[in-house]
């Protein structure tokens, strides 16, 4: 586990201690919260003799790219359904998917919203064949022992009073809280608009997981930027300073946010002082070919030099 100090000036103004945990660097394929979301489902979908993992997850997905690396290094196979209509050539996300094995189809977004259903996932498993179903993002209550293992991992290493996360499904802060200590705290930073409906999931996800919820977690809402994978250049320049300053590409989905929100919230007197406040850097790296071929072309409205070359 590397933790990395943060050296920021409204940190040290009050004798903050700052650490970005690189959980990024954990496996090459399978960075961070994807690999710990999914290996106890893994254990359950052997446990049930499947063969075949089927998920979930849009063009761009680190879900989906996470899920197909996995196929080919179990020797699973997999099948993603992708919501929007196909569009060729694949773009690199879904291209690097096919490569590793993954069968793709695809669901118009009205179709895509029933995919949690019952009765729409039978008929889904009617076409494709028996597979161990894995919800968009990982989410679920397995996905939880997996994320708590960082909690552990990380109390082996260091004290800390913060634990600041990502939130896109909320999985990976639902797993922390599982894990924390009572005088430890969480921080969510949603990468949604509009993502105050993850309290909910996440209430929900411990209380399938664990039998209670938890009141030691804040979830941000105020730092999403303009949405999931919206074009923004307050994030992208944020992002292109912090790699400057301390070597550490961000992603524009998640960390970005994540790190922009933090350092925020350092500004506002939120961490108490003397406190020790760790952000974890779950990777999303691969989402960079994605962002450049959507964005890249748009040199009206992106600020020179501003696209990371990492």
């Known amino acids: 586990m590397i933790l990395q100090p943060l050296h920021e000036p409204e940190a040290a103004r009050r004798n903050i201690r700052l ?21 106890y489902n893994l254990t359950e979908a052997r446990r049930l003799g499947h063969d075949t993992l089927l998920t979930f997850g849009g063009a761009f997905s680190n879900h989906i790219a996470a899920v197909a690396a996995v196929g080919r290094l179990t020797g699973l196979r997999t099948i ?64 939880l022992p997996g994320c708590a293992e960082l909690v552990s991992e990380l109390a082996a290493e260091t004290n800390f009073n913060y634990l600041c996360v990502a939130c896109g499904t909320g999985g990976t802060l639902a797993g922390l809280l599982t894990g924390l200590a009572p005088n430890q705290y969480a921080v969510g930073v949603a990468a949604l608009k509009n993502g105050g409906f993850l309290r909910t999931d996440v209430d929900a996800l411990t209380q399938a997981a664990s039998g209670r919820t938890f009141s030691t977690y804040d979830l941000r809402t105020e730092y999403h930027l303009g949405g999931y994978a919206r074009f923004s250049p307050e994030l992208l320049r944020f992002i292109q300073e912090f790699q400057a300053r301390y070597g550490v590409l961000l992603d524009p989905v998640y960390t970005g946010k994540l790190l922009f929100g933090v350092l925020d919230l350092l500004r506002q007197d939120y961490f108490s002082a003397g406190s020790t406040v760790v952000a974890v850097h779950t990777g999303g790296l691969q989402g960079w070919a994605g962002f450049r071929q959507r964005f890249g072309h748009r040199s009206v409205w992106w600020p020179e030099g501003i696209l990371p070359s990492g």
């Open 80 to 143: 993603g359904i992708i919501r929007g209509e196909e569009t060729l050539p694949l773009n690199p996300t879904l291209a690097r998917a096919v490569a590793n094995g993954m069968t793709l189809r695809y669901l118009d977004r009205e179709s895509y919203r029933h995919k949690q259903e019952p009765e729409f996932l039978a008929e889904l498993l009617r076409e494709t064949g028996p597979a161990y179903v894995v919800p968009e993002g990982g989410s679920n209550a397995l996905a």
């Open 19 to 39: 650490l970005l945990l690189r959980d990024d660097l954990a496996h090459p394929e399978l960075p961070g919260n994807k690999w710990r979301k999914l290996k």
